[in-house]
Each structure stands twice: as structure tokens, then as C-alpha cells.
T-cell receptor
Framework: AQSVAQPEDQVNVAEGNPLTVKCTYS??????LFWYVQYPNRGLQFLLK??????LVKGSYGFEAEFNKSQTSFHLKKPSALVSDSALYFC???????????????FGQGTTLQVKP | DTGVSQNPRHKITKRGQNVTFRCDPI?????LYWYRQTLGQGPEFLTY????????KSRLLSDRFSAERPKGSFSTLEIQRTEQGDSAMYLC?????????????FGNGTRLTVT
């Protein structure tokens, strides 16, 4: 069965420092991987996706993610964190049932990013 | 593109009452999803529509839950005889099935509190 895991409940980083939010996945076949961000009392906003191609994917707001097939990881990164990046971040994987593609996503449990001034 | 719209934003109800939520997807999107999110957890899949057809339902969706998308546009999610365990944020998302892969676009959710 497909799944994603986010091993850290919370990540703390100082403003201006690089940040990494970790995600590992388990899928059969080629993975479609995603990162979403959620601000309080809001829905999820799409940040970036990996479908195929370059292992380093660039997304919104200066975020990027590195796909590593051998380590089954898809960590979210940003070279210089902002206080406004503080939010809840979710990693997700597309689910496939045989040849059926519903586009459905399974989400990790989320990681709270706290950026301090 | 006005985004995915969900109403109401908040609903407080007493145990045993019925509630209905509405989702208006992005207009050209033919896929619609309902998810449930409890505090400290990631969203959990409930059900999926392609146009007006409900093609998949999670085991989380008990008999008290029903969802419709009658004309392939807006969708409703009804919970009958609500229980305190139904308290959660209910999220709707939509996407377009076509060439390539379209990510899910989420609404801001309906927060349900059952007292």
C-alpha cells in the first residue's frame, strides 16, 4: 500500500537559515509526490510536485524539493527561511489502484515549521 | 479562477442532528474530492467524483455519510445523526483530468463541531 511519513512533528529554524522538512514514501511503481502548506483555519495550498525528470523540483515561494529514489525520500527545502513560512506542511503521494488513476492523494501527518526572527 | 468555495465555514450542531456542507469546485474541474482532517493529522480521503459519478468511497465513510454531485458541478456532503467523533474540518478539493497531472486545489474547509 502507498504511504508517506513525515518523521518530525515540528521543525524550528531561525529566520535567514536554510530549512529542511523531511518526507519518506512507500509506493509501488513510479511515485507522484507533492508538498502542500496549510495556514491556520485555511485549506491546503499546493507548493510543488515531482512527476518525472530532474530530481530537484522548484515550487512556489522559493521552496524546492529533492527526490531521492534510493532513499525513498522527498524532502522540502528552502535556502533562507522567512518568519512568514511558519505553517503546517504536508507531504503527499498519488495513489494508484492497478491501472486506475483517480488522482487521489494520501497525506502524511504533517510537520509544523516554526521560523523565529 | 475563483478557487474552490466551501460553505459554511463553521457549523456547530448538537449530537443527533443532520448537517449538510456544500462545495463549489473550480469551474472547469471535472474531479472532486472530499477529505476529513482532525487536529494534528493530515487530511484523510473520504470520497471522489468524476463529473457526476461517485467512483470511490473510503471505509471511513459510514452509512451516516452521503455525498452527491448531481450535475457534475457543485457537491454536497451530508452527515446524518451526527456524533461527537464527527467533529473535524471537512475539506473539498478539485482537479482536472486531462493530459498530464493536475494537482488538487483545496477549499478553506468547513469546520464541524458536534456538541
Amino acid at each position: 500500500a502507498q504511504s508517506v511519513a513525515q518523521p518530525e512533528d515540528q521543525v524550528n529554524v531561525a529566520e535567514g537559515n536554510p530549512l529542511t522538512v523531511k518526507c519518506t514514501y512507500s509506493v509501488s511503481g513510479n511515485p507522484y509526490l507533492f508538498w502542500y502548506v496549510q495556514y491556520p483555519n485555511r485549506g491546503l495550498q499546493f507548493l510543488l510536485k515531482y512527476i518525472t525528470g530532474d530530481n530537484l523540483v522548484k515550487g512556489s515561494y522559493g521552496f524546492e524539493a529533492e527526490f531521492n529514489k534510493s532513499q525513498t525520500s522527498f524532502h522540502l527545502k528552502k535556502p533562507s527561511a522567512l518568519v512568514s513560512d511558519s505553517a503546517l506542511y504536508f507531504c503527499a503521494v498519488r495513489v494508484l489502484h492497478g491501472s486506475s488513476n483517480t488522482g487521489k492523494l494520501i497525506f502524511g501527518q504533517g510537520t509544523t515549521l516554526q521560523v523565529k526572527p | 479562477d475563483t478557487g474552490v468555495s466551501q460553505n459554511p465555514r463553521h457549523k456547530i450542531t448538537k449530537r443527533g442532528q443532520n448537517v449538510t456542507f456544500r462545495c463549489d469546485p473550480i469551474s472547469e474541474h471535472n474531479r472532486l474530492y472530499w477529505y476529513r482532517q482532525t487536529l494534528g493529522q493530515g487530511p484523510e480521503f473520504l470520497t471522489y467524483f468524476q463529473n457526476e459519478a461517485q467512483l470511490e468511497k473510503s471505509r471511513l465513510l459510514s452509512d451516516r455519510f452521503s455525498a452527491e454531485r448531481p450535475k457534475g458541478s457543485f457537491s454536497t456532503l451530508e452527515i446524518q445523526r451526527t456524533e461527537q467523533g464527527d467533529s473535524a474540518m471537512y475539506l473539498c478539493a478539485s482537479s482536472f483530468r486531462g493530459a498530464g497531472y493536475s494537482p488538487l486545489h483545496f477549499g478553506n474547509g468547513t469546520r464541524l463541531t458536534v456538541t
